[in-house]
Every structure is written in structure tokens, then in C-alpha cells.
């Protein structure tokens, strides 16, 4: 129970954060005045007044203002409290865009969780509750009180991980990336939920992990069909077979005969583009996935797959561009 309160405080204080912030300015009354720009303190009384309208023409103003100082103004505590708004108003869908905004403009971890979290309950309420899937009780819980949206995010977490489970389990058994990158997608959304409601990622940092070694063994696997195909094809390639006599060699000798390499045709060509254009697209693909896949992750947890695409691509390129035009003579 102590811990469970000390989490609590925790969410309120980043809620509160996400709500108040917009105080914590560099530029406040002065400069506002003298811009015609509303003030932080104004726009936080009509908020508090529930003035939820003006609140949004405030805002506008700031946001839309060329001016210097309405440019250094903190955007995420500003699209966090316009979003907010939006959510008073039932407008659950702007409120969500808002809210995905806000954490574009984030940079603190959890104030990013916070704002994703957030939009992801604007996108699953109806009038403003939200109603529990998998969660018990199933009653209809009031998201409209950003201090007690605790128990919304605790309901939302629940359900989102319950219905994360067969995307899943799809993407670690598929053998293409697209089914990885669309489970590693989700997992986000519901990773941005565990945090704010539980302060904690520790479950979908787990299935993340799971995620990126199969995403590393699908990569791994198809490196290692592409090897194989390139060297084949530069084995079949420089096979030397019997060819024609060249003009003015006077006619086959029965003792020799000429040789040439057997080269390249169109189907091998389209085989090793098609390599290429594999390999070019696993290598930003792996840095993508080694940067994109939870706090836990590096840059090396992809480097080995990233340094044989891009060996695999100039090996295939050379093959590609070699040359086949060589004869030889050579004793029957």
C-alpha cells in the first residue's frame, strides 16, 4: 500500500505538471502585456473558471503568433492545458490530436508517456468515460478530472494489454517484419499507458525485448538466404564452359578448345537488384528497430545484422558488375 501511494503521487505530480506548467515560462506577464498576447495567468483562470472556449481562443493566439516572445513559450505545457480544454468540451478526437502533439514537443520520458497515454484514453472514451473491456468492475469511469483519471489509466492499461496479446503472439510467430513492426507499434501506445498508470514499463519492456531478438532472427535469416543466393550465382557466373571458336582462330584444333565464363543471365541480375534493394532497406530498418525499441536497447543490439546488409549489398553490386568477357585456350 506505501508503494502504491508513493506511485500515485508520482502520477498526480506529472498530471499536475502537464496542467500547471504553463506557468513555469520564461516570458509571463510583461512581455504579453506589451504584445497583446494573453497572459499564462489568464489563460490558466479561464481554464480554472471552466471558460473551456476562451480558453482555446487563448491559446490560439499564442499559437499562432509570429512574435519572439510567444515563440519561446513552453508548447508542451501549452498543448497539454489545450488539449485538456478539449476534453472538457467532449471533443475527444481533437483532444487526442492535441494530446499526440504535446508529446512531440516533450522531451521528458514520462511527460512524453503522459500526453500519449492520455490521447490513447481520449481515442477509447464515449462522452467523456470510459468504459472498462476486460477490466472489473465495468463501470463507466469519468476522465473529465485530470487528479483522479488514475483509475481510467489503471482500466485502460488492463484492457490494452489484454487485447495486445494476439498481435503478439501473431509477430513472434510470423516470418516477415511487417507483423514485428506492427506489434512494436502497439506496444508503444500501451508502453506510454504502463508507465503513466503504474510508473513502471516493466511488462511491455519485456514483450519489447521479446519482440526486437525475433526481429534480429527474421533479419538474421534472410541475410543469411541472401549470402548464399550471391554466392551461388557468383559460382555459377565464373564457370568457365566450352565457346565458340573466336574469328581467325583458324578452325577447332581436336587438341584445344576455347573457354569462356559462363556470365550472368537476366534472371540472375533481377535476383541480385532484388538483394540490393533488401539490403538497403534492412539497414536503415535495423537502425530503426535498435533505436526505436525501449530504454534498454542500443545502437549495437542491430550492428551485426547492419555491417553484413551492407557487405551482402557491395558484395552483390560487385558480382553484378564483374567481368564475364574472359577466354582462355585450354588442352582438350
Request: hydrophobic share 40%.
Given at each position: 500500500?506505501?508503494?502504491?501511494?508513493?506511485?500515485?503521487?508520482?502520477?498526480?505530480?506529472?498530471?499536475?505538471?502537464?496542467?500547471l506548467s504553463v506557468a513555469m515560462l520564461l516570458v509571463c506577464g510583461p512581455l504579453h502585456a506589451a504584445s497583446g498576447l494573453?497572459?499564462?495567468?489568464?489563460?490558466?483562470?479561464?481554464?480554472?473558471?471552466?471558460?473551456?472556449?476562451?480558453?482555446?481562443?487563448?491559446?490560439?493566439?499564442i499559437t499562432s503568433s509570429p512574435l519572439k516572445d510567444a515563440k519561446a513559450i513552453d508548447r508542451y505545457g501549452l498543448l497539454m492545458l489545450?488539449?485538456?480544454?478539449?476534453?472538457?468540451?467532449?471533443?475527444?478526437g481533437l483532444?487526442?490530436?492535441?494530446?499526440?502533439?504535446?508529446?512531440?514537443?516533450?522531451?521528458?520520458?514520462?511527460?512524453?508517456?503522459l500526453a500519449r497515454a492520455t490521447a490513447r484514453l481520449a481515442f477509447r472514451s464515449r462522452e467523456a468515460l470510459y468504459t472498462p473491456k476486460h477490466a472489473k468492475p465495468n463501470t463507466p469511469i469519468s476522465v473529465l478530472d485530470p487528479n483522479n483519471r488514475n483509475a481510467a489509466f489503471d482500466a485502460l492499461l488492463a484492457d490494452e494489454l489484454f487485447d495486445l496479446q494476439p498481435t503478439i503472439k501473431t509477430a513472434l510467430a510470423s516470418k516477415t517484419l511487417l507483423d514485428v513492426?506492427?506489434?512494436?507499434?502497439?506496444?508503444?501506445?500501451?508502453?506510454?499507458?504502463?508507465?503513466?498508470?503504474?510508473g513502471s514499463d516493466a511488462k511491455t519492456q519485456k514483450l519489447i525485448t521479446e519482440l526486437k531478438a525475433h526481429a534480429k532472427d527474421l533479419i538474421a535469416a534472410e541475410l543469411k538466404r541472401l549470402a548464399a543466393q550471391i554466392d551461388q550465382i557468383s559460382q555459377t557466373?565464373?564457370?568457365?564452359v566450352v565457346a565458340p571458336d573466336p574469328p581467325g582462330a583458324g578452325g577447332r584444333d581436336r587438341n584445344w578448345r576455347w573457354m569462356e565464363k559462363r556470365g550472368l543471365n537476366s534472371r540472375q541480375?533481377?535476383?541480385?537488384?532484388?538483394?540490393?534493394?533488401?539490403?538497403?532497406?534492412?539497414?536503415?530498418?535495423?537502425?530503426?528497430?535498435?533505436?526505436a525499441m525501449g530504454k534498454?536497447?542500443?545502437?549495437?543490439d542491430f550492428a551485426a545484422v547492419v555491417t553484413e546488409a551492407e557487405r551482402l549489398q557491395k558484395e552483390a553490386h560487385t558480382v553484378m558488375q564483374a567481368n564475364y568477357n574472359e577466354t582462355r585456350r585450354e588442352r582438350r
Open positions: 500500500m506505501r508503494r502504491r501511494r508513493g506511485t500515485h503521487l508520482s502520477r498526480v505530480n506529472v498530471m499536475r505538471r502537464a496542467i494573453p497572459s499564462m495567468d489568464e489563460i490558466r483562470r479561464l481554464f480554472d473558471e471552466k471558460k473551456y472556449r476562451e480558453t482555446l481562443a487563448a491559446i490560439a493566439k489545450k488539449g485538456e480544454a478539449l476534453f472538457q468540451l467532449k471533443e475527444s483532444a487526442r490530436d492535441v494530446f499526440n502533439d504535446a508529446a512531440d514537443e516533450a522531451s521528458n520520458p514520462k511527460e512524453i508517456a513492426a506492427a506489434a512494436l507499434t502497439a506496444t508503444a501506445t500501451v508502453n506510454a499507458v504502463e508507465l503513466t498508470a503504474t557466373a565464373n564457370q568457365w541480375r533481377d535476383q541480385l537488384n532484388e538483394a540490393i534493394d533488401t539490403c538497403k532497406q534492412i539497414v536503415p530498418a535495423a537502425q530503426q528497430l535498435a533505436s534498454k536497447s542500443t545502437g549495437n
